[in-house]
């Protein structure tokens, strides 16, 4: 199991940036896929974007393309998710996860990831 950590959330006006970090533990980080999901409440968690375990493959939601950019620093045990040109509807809690056995094919379901961090709020204003 990987614990993840997330943080950098904030607020910010529409328009603005933020940089999201999540720091896994263990030795084997540079094996994992990594994604960003986000969160709001009553709806469905929905993919955000997802790196590959070496970085160099990179996947995101339309709706973030061009403006979200996911990085990862294997040295540091870290992913990052840089969000620029923020929207209003970009308002979520963000979870980082770690998908340990490749599943490329369904890397947009929440199901394809085995562990997940406690999230980090978001909150843009208009």
């Known amino acids: 199991q990987v614990q993840l950590v997330e943080s950098g959330g904030g607020l910010v006006q529409a328009g ?5 970090s999540c720091v896994a533990s263990g030795s084997t980080f540079s094996s994992y896929h990594m994604g960003w999901f986000r969160q709001v409440p009553g709806k469905e968690r929905e993919f955000v974007a997802r790196i590959s375990s070496s970085g160099a493959s990179r996947y995101y939601d339309d709706d973030v393309k061009g403006r979200f950019t996911i990085s990862r620093d294997n040295a540091k045990n870290t992913v990052y998710l840089q969000m620029s040109s923020l929207k ?3 308002t979520a809690v963000y979870y980082c996860a770690a998908d340990r056995q490749g599943r490329w094919q369904l890397r ?5 990831y085995d562990d997940w961090g406690q999230g980090t709020q978001v909150t843009v204003s208009s």
């Open 88 to 90: 209003f509807e970009d």
């Open 16 to 20: 603005g940036s933020l940089r999201l």
């Open 108 to 112: 947009a379901l929440p199901q394809s």
